[in-house]
């Protein structure tokens, strides 16, 4: 009994351990910008923590002590080593900070759809999926002719198909048809 017990345990540890190696893989590549919400916790100072910091127009955070910090551009990996290196300078000796994202930027979606507008970004997001949320396709929409335009180069438009993935920041064009 104690045997399975033991098993059945170190089985489920195992598999935690496993799925948040990738969710943090995922993460470590996701830049951070405008309009995504964040936590910074400093373990053992509260008053250091902020639980839940939305990133501003100018790409920046404040953090008790420190001050505004630009973390636009930034992995998450990167803002609790920059957030570290800055509480080492003469605030706390051994500083442990870890920062998670409590909430991505929207997606946009417009064009022959029921509901156009900003939606939030959900992960594993596909273009069918962000239709559905949208309302789905208007009589009008054409299934076959929906472009992308990337958050990163606003000039580049790519058409997609549905089962292509969405990144927050991206605007989704559903075109008409002509039939």
């Given amino acids: 009994m104690k045997l399975t017990k033991l ?25 951070v910008s405008t309009d995504d919400e964040i936590s910074v916790t400093v373990f053992n100072e509260p008053d250091l923590s ?10 920046a955070i404040s953090v008790p002590l420190i001050g505004k910090i630009n973390v ?15 509480l080492l300078d003469g605030y706390l000796k051994k500083p442990n900070v870890l920062v998670t994202i409590t909430e991505y930027r929207p997606f946009y979606i417009t064009g022959e759809v029921k509901k156009p507008g900003s939606y939030p970004y959900r992960k594993n997001l596909t273009i069918e999926k962000a239709i559905t949320l949208a309302g789905g396709f208007t009589e009008r929409a054409s299934k ?21 993935t969405v990144k927050p920041g991206d605007i989704i064009t559903i075109s008409e048809s002509f039939f």
């Fill in 7 to 31: 098993i059945i345990t170190l089985s489920l540890s195992i598999m935690m351990f496993l799925s948040f190696n990738t969710s943090a893989e995922e993460t470590d590549d996701y830049k």
């Fill in 50 to 59: 902020i639980k839940k910091i939305r990133i501003g127009a100018d790409g």
């Fill in 72 to 86: 636009k551009g930034l992995s998450v990996t990167e803002i609790e080593a920059e957030i570290t290196t800055l």
């Fill in 144 to 164: 076959s002719a929906i472009s992308l335009v990337g958050e990163v180069d606003k000039r580049f438009v790519k058409a997609v198909s549905l089962k292509d």
